[in-house]
């Protein structure tokens, strides 16, 4: 089984920066589109960011222009840069291939302080 181990997460002040990192056990990222989702208390996971095999990116509306998705397939690794960050991107971040249908790691908490 496929696992998915999120690091990098921490508490920064709003406008601050974070990257984090998504090590997946197992050769799969040449083959998938992988994704960053967020989930917060009380709400669904939302889908944050997408890169497919070869390198093409989008963006949820609401972290486009502030936050870069980017791919290791020789690391089975993928990135997410937070920059400009803003209090509502509080949450916990998750990796997951697109459409989700690895199992989820245990995500990493990103809080912004206003």
């Known amino acids: 089984q496929v696992q998915l181990v999120e690091s990098g997460g921490g508490l920064v002040q709003a406008g601050g920066s974070l990257i984090l990192s998504c090590v997946a056990s197992g050769n799969i990222f040449s083959l998938n589109t992988m994704g960053w989702y967020r989930q917060t208390p009380g709400k669904q996971r939302e889908l944050v960011a997408l890169?497919?095999?070869?390198?093409?990116?989008s963006y949820a509306d609401s972290v486009k222009g502030r936050f870069t998705i980017s791919r290791n397939n020789a690391k089975n690794s993928i990135y997410l840069q937070l920059n400009s960050l803003k209090s509502e991107d509080t949450a916990v971040y998750y990796c997951n291939a697109y459409p989700a249908g690895l199992h989820w790691g245990q995500g990493t908490q990103v809080t912004v302080s206003s």
């Open positions: 890169i497919n095999h070869s390198g093409r990116t």
